[in-house]
């Protein structure tokens, strides 16, 4: 039994197909374009999300030499908004990314007129740009296209798992699945359907969303001429990325934590019902399956190894893999620090118009120290989390699974267990996203498997002390950023 997996990210759009007992037959990657248009706007072109799509779909199926896959499995990046002309399928404008803050005005008037409490109790989360609800106000309120096709009912608006379905099956299913849903802020987590009272709150209508159904549903079947894919493979699980990581790692009950280092970070944990976080977190639906609905807290920091690329592009070195040697020339960081508040702060901080500073510099400091505050930054917001996520669970956290690519950084991976002063294990397997997506297609089909999440460990070398050193000028950086 084949399943392809589709794990549509904001740096990557990837495809594997796997077999039950975990052997990777074929896999491909496109890489994805950002745009930004105006300073805290993150665009991406919806065509090209699809485009990237199809084309590694093609080209696993012709890797595969004719075998036949029993189905398909979708992960995605999160709090994209997508929006098209359900007749013609034709995007209306790009696609608003997770990133973007260009609604951050918004959700602040929406917070100063009382509405948080209200948003937070039904969705567990915090009103903030991140999320789709506020953007898909501003759409309706700047894309005149986006306004028509919904006074003629033509409106579809949904998260990209919901855009990839619909092309997958040329526009016969129209659906996303809980875990997505729950990161709108339209959808109430407890009844498990889409809010009026939500949608009153931010101007948006419900009518244009897509059915919420649980993780491991039979979504649709792939149309003919859709890909290079013949008709009628089921689709048979989606889940936000974040998500399927979690699944992937085989986290199932609640104390475990897992980060995903992407663009941005995610870090999750179970939680044994709906919970409230008041440490800055996300309360959330990890998957709804069979056996019901997971929920989770979850900390989501906007730029995370992100914050390497960029330091590597203005030092002018090249790449994070030429930072990283870079950073590892120097014992410290000689006093820098450097706050990558890139696109504002997320968990635990919150803070929209926070802007990235590099502090502490003097005529000693050398690009080297510049390069090892940039790692040091990206383990501190793992660090700020993980630190919040225990406060609301009220029970130590015994250490961190990890995924994304810069997890296979090992120098980071010890500057993160040195930080945080816990074991790190580090999956060995890329893909995380991708085969927990498949992990839940499988079960879906009625195979119970899981991915080999073998592991490499990193045990706190670093003295306590000069951790607890590092992470108090980091607070003091991060207040300053946020002044």
């Known amino acids: 039994m084949l399943v392809l997996a589709i794990d549509q990210g904001t740096t990557n759009t990837k495809a594997l197909v796997v077999d039950e007992s975990g052997h990777i037959h074929a896999q491909a990657s496109a890489p994805s374009t950002t745009d930004y248009p105006h300073p805290g706007w993150a665009e991406q072109s919806s065509i090209a999300i699809w485009d990237n799509t199809r084309s590694v779909i093609d080209a696993v199926a012709a890797q595969l030499k004719g075998r036949s896959i029993d189905a398909i499995a979708i992960s995605n990046q999160r709090e994209t908004i997508v929006a098209w002309d359900a007749e013609t399928g034709k995007p209306a404008g790009p696609a608003i990314l997770w990133q973007c803050s260009r609604t951050a005005p918004e959700c602040a008037a929406l917070i100063a007129a009382g509405h948080n409490a ?54 016969a299913t129209f659906a996303t699945d809980h875990s997505n849903a729950s990161r709108t802020q339209l959808f109430d987590t407890e009844l498990l359907h889409w809010s009026d009272e939500l949608a009153e709150i931010f101007g948006t209508p419900t009518s244009c969303l897509p059915t919420p159904r649980p993780s491991d549903s039979r979504f649709g079947e792939t149309a003919r001429d859709a890909t290079s894919l013949p008709p009628g493979i089921p689709i048979m699980a989606m889940m936000g990325d974040s998500h399927a990581a979690l699944y992937g790692h085989g986290v199932h009950k609640p104390g475990t934590v897992k980060a995903t280092y992407g663009t941005g970070s995610s870090l999750m944990t179970l939680t044994p019902q709906r919970v409230t ?24 920091i906007l ?64 690009p080297a120290h510049v390069a090892r505050a940039t790692f040091e930054a990206i383990a501190l917001q793992i660090s700020d989390v993980f630190e919040a996520m225990q406060s609301d669970v009220g029970e130590r956290l015994a250490g961190l699974r990890t995924d994304g690519g810069a997890s296979s950084n090992a120098f980071l991976m010890q500057l993160q267990s040195d930080l945080l002063q816990r074991p790190v294990e580090s999956a060995v397997v890329e893909e995380v996203s991708a085969l927990g997506a498949a992990a839940m297609a499988f079960r879906a089909l009625g195979q119970e498997w899981l991915p ?32």
């Open 118 to 171: 209200a948003v937070e109790a039904a969705t567990g989360l915090g009103i903030n740009p991140m999320f789709p609800a506020s953007k898909l106000a501003w759409m309706l309120k700047h894309r005149p296209e986006a306004l028509r096709l919904l006074d003629q009912g033509r409106l579809r608006t949904g998260t990209v798992d919901s855009w990839l379905l619909w092309n997958l099956t040329s526009g």
């Open 452 to 483: 080999d999440m073998r592991s490499k460990r990193y045990e706190p070398r670093m003295v306590p002390d000069s951790a607890k050193t590092i992470r108090a000028v980091w607070r003091d950086a991060v207040r300053r950023a946020c002044s």
């Open 277 to 300: 976080s008041s440490h800055g977190l996300s309360g959330t639906i990890a998957w709804t399956d069979k056996s019901g609905t997971a929920y989770a807290l979850e900390g989501n």
């Open 303 to 366: 730029v995370s190894a992100q914050a390497a690329a960029f330091i590597a592009g203005l030092l002018g070195i090249g790449d994070a893999g030429k930072l990283s040697a870079l950073a590892q020339t120097v014992e410290t960081a000689g006093g820098v620090t450097f706050v990558p508040a890139l696109s504002g702060l997320g968990a635990p901080h919150w803070n929209d118009h926070a802007t990235g500073t590099v502090s502490g510099m003097t005529h000693g400091t050398k």
